[in-house]
């Protein structure tokens, strides 16, 4: 059973930074593409950004220029370094993790509050 385990949310003021973590079991030979959603209360879950096995990247558009993400060295990890947050990205963060031939995983969800 592959297990995520999520870290790094927290409180902080509009214009902060957090760094979130992301570390994932499992086979690193079979792990494809990592990522990070969020879910708002009362929306869905969307899609913050997604990092592929060749580092590849795919970001919403509302956290372009604004928002990183990267993988360690141990490539079973994945780091998302959020800069300029303002309230509206107040979320549960969650990591997400696709494996070949194991299906998709998800962690179990990292609070971030903005305050204004």
């Known amino acids: 059973q592959v297990q995520l385990v999520e870290s790094g949310g927290g409180l902080v003021q509009a214009g902060g930074s957090l760094k979130l973590s992301c570390a994932a079991s499992g086979s690193i030979f079979r792990l494809d593409a990592m990522g990070w959603y969020r879910q708002a209360p009362g929306k869905q879950r969307e899609l913050v950004a997604l990092i592929a096995s060749d580092t590849s990247t795919n970001y919403a558009d509302s956290v372009k220029g604004r928002f990183t993400i990267s993988r360690g060295n141990a490539k079973n990890t994945v780091y998302l370094q959020m800069n300029g947050l303002k309230p509206e990205d107040t979320a549960v963060y969650y990591c997400?993790?696709?494996?070949?031939?194991?299906?998709?995983?998800w962690g179990q969800g990292t609070q971030v509050t903005v305050s204004s």
């Open positions: 997400n993790a696709k494996y070949i031939a194991w299906g998709t995983f």
